[in-house]
């Protein structure tokens, strides 16, 4: 009688996990991180990621497309299981959610005619996209500041001289230093890596959900083993992640 309640047990555990899919919060339009495909699919680097570990974890995926500034809010609530977005891991940040082991490490990628400006204000509102560690940085030091609700946003913003520089996160930055159009703006680069703009960036988990933090790691190590990860990599981005 026990063996069949225990086999009955485990058949129901089974499909009530079969029926619930995982949550995943991604951002719908942050290039080459997230973005919508030609197939209409959403893609890119975290997106694949993502996708690489629910297939590790046997887990059917439910992907929700975010605006970056409310990610935490709602992973912290339960809103939705993980997100995979890259976020910065800062104190503020840790105190709400759970972080998986570094996933890579960030810095940010400030792009002007002018050098990035360590102690006086910009002479110019800087774009920065909303929710973004770089727009805290720049309301911490009262920067002017064009606030952009997308990373896409950010070379309109620029071609169009609503700003005249933009602070953003290393991926998003050297995706807009890829376009052809760059060169047009007369802009450069600067990478800067002060602590407050770079460091490592990981996949946030909700509290509620703390055995699937021990699972997502696992999958991080063994796509980081098998070389799906550096394949991932290789497909969404011309420089390799650290």
């Known amino acids: 009688m026990r063996s069949i309640f225990l086999s009955f047990w ?10 619930d899919p995982l949550r995943v919060a991604v951002v719908g339009n942050a290039p080459p991180m997230s973005y919508v495909g030609e197939n209409g699919q959403l893609t890119g680097f975290n997106v694949e990621l993502a996708r690489a570990l629910c297939e590790v974890l046997e887990a059917r995926c439910e992907f929700r497309p975010h605006q970056l500034q409310e990610v935490v809010d709602v992973v912290a609530r339960g809103q939705v299981d993980f997100a995979v977005v890259s976020l910065l891991v800062t104190p503020e940040r ?12 960030s810095l940010s990628v400030w792009l002007s005619n002018q050098a990035f400006p360590t102690a006086a204000l910009p002479a110019r ?42 602070l953003l996160p290393m991926t998003s930055g050297m995706n807009v230093i890829r376009d052809r159009r760059f060169g047009s703006t007369g802009l450069s680069y600067q990478l800067i890596a002060e602590p407050a703009l770079s460091g490592e960036v990981a996949i946030s988990v909700t509290p509620k959900r703390p055995r699937l933090l021990e699972q997502l ?26």
């Open 10 to 19: 485990l058949l129901t555990a089974f499909h009530v996990q079969a029926a």
């Open 125 to 166: 509102p800087v774009s920065v996209v909303q929710g973004s560690v770089q727009h805290a940085y720049g309301q911490a030091r009262q920067w002017p500041m064009t606030v952009l609700g997308t990373h896409t946003e950010v070379f309109e913003a620029l071609s169009s001289g609503q700003a005249h520089a933009a």
């Open 217 to 242: 790691n696992d999958g991080l190590d063994k796509l980081k083993r098998n070389g799906r990860f550096d394949r991932i990599n290789t497909e969404f981005l011309p420089f390799r992640l650290q």
């Open 94 to 105: 840790r105190s709400k959610v759970l972080f998986t082991q570094p996933v890579y490490r």
